[in-house]
């Protein structure tokens, strides 16, 4: 069933996220980067960090938080969401002890061959209200009989 | 020491190439360490029953990869000030224990007079790009040891 575009503009409320050490150094794992900077606070140091940051992707991490909030509240499945794009603009890196806080606005829906299209807003502040990281996100949203069609991710 | 890294390089010019190999094992660690348990990303049956022709890489874990070429050149994490791209083709990733070949690279698109330069990126698996429209916005160091002479 096609997504209701009355909902577009919804601003979905601000999500907090604590970004620990041992969550980074589970993500820097995760992908297998060994950049020290994620995990040794005078490498982190030598950059110009008071203490290790995240890798440059780690905000997808609370960004997804407000995307579940998201597709909770249209109803959306995951199985049948493909991530079509996605753009990251950072102000500075997430560091070790930030309280970020994360608004997610759904910014458009658009039907395509039976597929809906959202763009999706997310801002990443810290506690202070600076802004960290901005990410634009594109997600395909499949029907629910969609097994003779392509796929993407 | 004191002069710009950017000042070395020109357009075109390669800076970055490698090969990642991406297995299952990869994929659900991936999976625990970002919170996206979506099981497309692990479970054969569930891929199949979409349409999907298999288990795929998370988007994210290839963005995450192809990013962190562009760390490892840069240093910093922190240089990188934009990154885009788009999941043009799902990367299926056998149940098997070699995986699949990721491989990454970065060309110089532009170097501006601040010291940000812009990157295209092309990511493929076999001969086929699975990230399109990739680029990156980064701001270079000066004079960092190593690569500035």
């Known amino acids: ?153 | 020491m004191t002069e710009r890294v950017s000042e070395h390089l020109a357009v075109g010019e390669v800076v970055a190439d490698q090969t990642y190999w991406v297995t299952r094992e990869h994929l659900v660690r991936y999976a625990g360490a970002s919170g996206d348990f979506n099981p497309i990303h692990w479970n054969e049956r569930v891929a199949k029953s979409v349409g999907l022709p298999g288990v795929l890489a998370h988007g994210m874990l290839t963005m995450a990869l192809s990013l962190r070429l562009l760390t490892d050149w840069l240093g910093d994490p922190a240089a990188v000030i934009e990154y885009r791209v788009r999941f043009a083709r799902p990367v299926v990733v056998p149940d098997d224990d070699t995986g699949v070949a990721v491989r990454v690279a970065a060309a110089v698109i532009e170097v501006r007079d601040d010291g940000v330069v812009a990157l295209e990126i092309t990511v493929r698996v076999g001969d086929q790009k699975v990230l399109t429209q990739a680029r990156a916005l980064c701001r270079m160091p000066g004079g960092r040891p190593g690569l500035a002479s």
């Open chain 1, 1 to 153: 069933m096609p997504i209701d575009p009355s909902v577009v503009g919804r601003v979905y409320p601000a999500q907090p996220y604590e970004v620990s050490r041992e969550k980074i150094r589970e993500f820097a794992e995760a992908i297998g980067d060994a950049n020290p900077a994620y995990v040794d606070t005078d490498a982190a140091r030598e950059h110009g960090h008071e203490d290790v940051v995240a890798p440059p992707t780690f905000a997808m991490i609370p960004v997804m938080r407000g995307f579940d909030i998201l597709m909770d509240d249209l109803g959306i499945e995951f199985a049948r969401v493909v991530h079509v794009d996605q753009r990251f603009t950072y102000s500075q890196p997430l560091r070790v002890g930030t309280r970020v806080e994360t608004t997610t606005r759904l910014d458009s829906v658009r039907a395509v061959a039976g597929n809906d299209l959202l763009k999706i807003r997310s801002q990443v502040r810290d506690e202070t209200g600076a802004d960290i990281c901005v990410s634009l996100a594109t997600l395909l949203v499949r029907p629910e009989d969609s097994s003779d069609r392509d796929s993407r991710d």
